[in-house]
């Protein structure tokens, strides 16, 4: 059994940072992709960033310049720092990750909370 499980998430005031960090655990042959995705009250799930396991990386515009996504293969884990952080970036933060075990598919973490205040 694949799971995904999230910390980092929290209250921070305009212009501050938060590290997010989503780790892999289970039964798996590789983590292919690992990304985040955010949902704001009453907005569709939206994608943040992704990153490959060739550490190519995908920012939405909105962040950009701001957060940046790493991995670390050895902990199967994904990290998303975020700087200058925006009232607007407040949402639950969804870890995701492409993974192939017995088959290849997307596992999804519990979603962790960030809350920026103006």
């Known amino acids: 059994q694949v799971q995904l499980v999230e910390s980092g998430g929290g209250l921070v005031q305009a212009g501050g940072s938060l590290r997010l960090s989503c780790a892999a655990s289970g039964t798996f042959f590789s983590i292919n992709v690992m990304g985040w995705y955010r949902q704001a009250p009453g907005k569709q799930r939206e994608l943040v960033a992704r990153i490959t396991n060739g550490d190519s990386t995908n920012y939405a515009d909105s962040v950009k310049g701001r957060f940046t996504i790493s991995r670390d293969d050895a902990k199967n884990t994904v990290y998303l720092q975020m700087n200058s952080l925006k009232p607007e970036d407040t949402g639950v933060y969804y870890c995701?990750?492409?993974?192939?075990?017995?088959?290849?598919?997307?596992?999804w973490g519990q979603g962790t909370q960030v809350t920026v205040s103006s």
């Open positions: 995701y990750a492409d993974i192939t075990s017995a088959f290849r598919r997307d596992y």
